[in-house]
């Protein structure tokens, strides 16, 4: 155990970070933030997605597009976001791993609390006026069983639940998840390092990714990816430069096509969810997700340097966490109201899917802007003391 923990060290001492990737994990981190703005603005019918989700609409443009995007395109970010996450914790392991725990608890734990909090007053308020109640009943955020869709049906537990495990702000797992698996690092670097153990653990982190199967508090949607991001940085994995076999141009036409297949047999491959449709779809979920992480992270170096010399790109992407935090679930309450303004244009819905992300973005940008500049101290807190 003595010698394991020598050779980590030696590693952690051996560990640097160019500028340049440190400007790609920002970039991504950024952009990931836009496209989930993107994916929760999606406006069919039935809005909410799965990998395997399928369509029970016409066949043409706008809802091809909408889900080539939401259900397709762009369902690498949260992968990307893991996989940066891993490879950030493990690059310090310098830091006792108590004193990184009370960090965290800082930057994850409690602006996580905070949020879920703020979405269930915002929604109680709404809850009080009848337009705004409306809009919370047509968007089932709130909904807990066939009878009760609003807040103030709760039951005290029932909102204990929704602050602690469930929030309202739905996107907010993703806090939860990364703060449990911080809490057991430890353990996920002797699995991934371990020259027996890695052998089993990422054959079952695999298996628990392609089902989306949890164990307690352990989710397996992003179990492998922040093990992959731990994996890289301690086994130096070159990820700056593509090995042959990384081709971003390769993996960017599939990318595109199994992008473009899986939203075809969507509207297409029937209305039942059989076990075969089930595992085709997700099988096609899963290749798009490994080979968007490849193609994008390979072979987009241009945009990312191009966008980061922009001054007005890296100011905007200090505010990453201020949208993730706050355009949900603001975002699924506006869909309807927003569609039916534009319902008598040309194109209205998805001009819509396009322009409400992209206001909202701006909103979310001005508001953190505004919070930053008037109450900093309190911005820090709820942002665990990004975008400083």
């Known amino acids: 155990m003595g010698i394991f923990k020598n050779h980590i060290l030696s590693m952690e001492n051996k560990a640097s970070i160019s500028s340049f990737l440190s400007s790609k994990f920002k970039f991504w981190s950024f952009v990931s933030m836009v496209l989930l703005v993107?994916?929760?603005?999606?406006?069919?019918?039935?809005?909410?997605l799965q990998p395997w989700s399928l369509v029970d609409e016409a066949f043409n443009f706008t809802n091809f597009t909408e889900y080539l995007l939401a259900n397709g395109l762009f369902r690498f970010r949260i992968p990307m976001l893991f996989i940066i996450s891993g490879f950030l914790f493990a690059l310090h392991d310098a830091t006792p791993h108590k004193q990184r725990i009370q960090k965290r608890t800082r930057t994850l734990l409690l602006?996580?609390?905070l949020w879920?909090?703020?979405?269930?007053l915002m929604v109680f308020i709404a809850e009080l006026f009848p337009?705004?109640?409306?809009l919370i009943l047509d968007s089932h955020i709130a909904q807990i069983d066939d009878t009760r869709h609003l807040l103030h049906d709760y039951k005290w537990h029932e909102v204990l639940v929704r602050w602690i495990i469930a929030p309202l702000p739905y996107q907010l797992w993703f806090?939860?998840?990364?703060f449990v698996y911080n809490l057991i690092y430890l353990g996920l670097r002797w699995c991934v390092l371990h020259k027996v153990a890695k052998y089993i653990f990422f054959p079952f982190a695999i298996f628990l990714w392609f089902t989306s199967f949890n164990i307690g508090l352990i989710d397996g949607e992003g179990l492998l990816f922040f093990s992959l991001g731990v994996w890289i940085q301690k086994t130096n994995f070159e990820i700056e430069k593509p090995h042959k076999l990384f081709n971003p141009l390769w993996w960017g036409i599939l990318f595109v096509l199994l992008s473009v297949l899986k939203t075809y047999l969507a509207f297409h491959i029937g209305k039942d969810l059989t076990h075969t449709v089930f595992l085709l779809m997700s099988a096609l979920h899963k290749l798009i997700i490994l080979s968007g992480l490849v193609a994008c992270?390979?072979?987009?170096?241009?945009?990312?340097?191009?966008?980061?010399?922009?001054?007005?790109?890296?100011?905007?992407?200090?505010?990453?966490?201020?949208i993730y935090a706050l355009?949900?679930?603001?975002?699924?309450?506006?869909?309807?109201?927003?569609?039916?303004?534009?319902?008598?244009?040309?194109?209205?819905?998805l001009f819509t899917f396009v322009a409400l992300p992209i206001v909202l973005v701006m909103c979310?940008?001005?508001?953190?802007?505004?919070?930053r500049s008037a109450m900093p101290k309190t911005y820090k807190i709820l942002t665990g003391g990004r975008g400083f």
Do not use: E
């Open 327 to 349: 355009h949900a679930p603001l975002i699924a309450v506006i869909i309807t109201p927003a569609l039916s303004i534009t319902q008598a244009w040309i194109g209205s819905r």
């Open 297 to 322: 992270w390979f072979g987009l170096d241009k945009i990312v340097s191009w966008s980061m010399n922009k001054t007005w790109f890296v100011k905007a992407s200090a505010f990453s966490f201020i």
């Open 111 to 113: 602006p996580y609390l």
């Open 175 to 178: 806090l939860r998840v990364l």
């Open 38 to 48: 993107f994916v929760h603005g999606y406006n069919l019918d039935i809005r909410y």
């Open 364 to 371: 979310c940008i001005l508001v953190g802007m505004a919070l």
């Open 131 to 134: 337009l705004s109640k409306q």
């Open 116 to 120: 879920s909090a703020i979405g269930l």
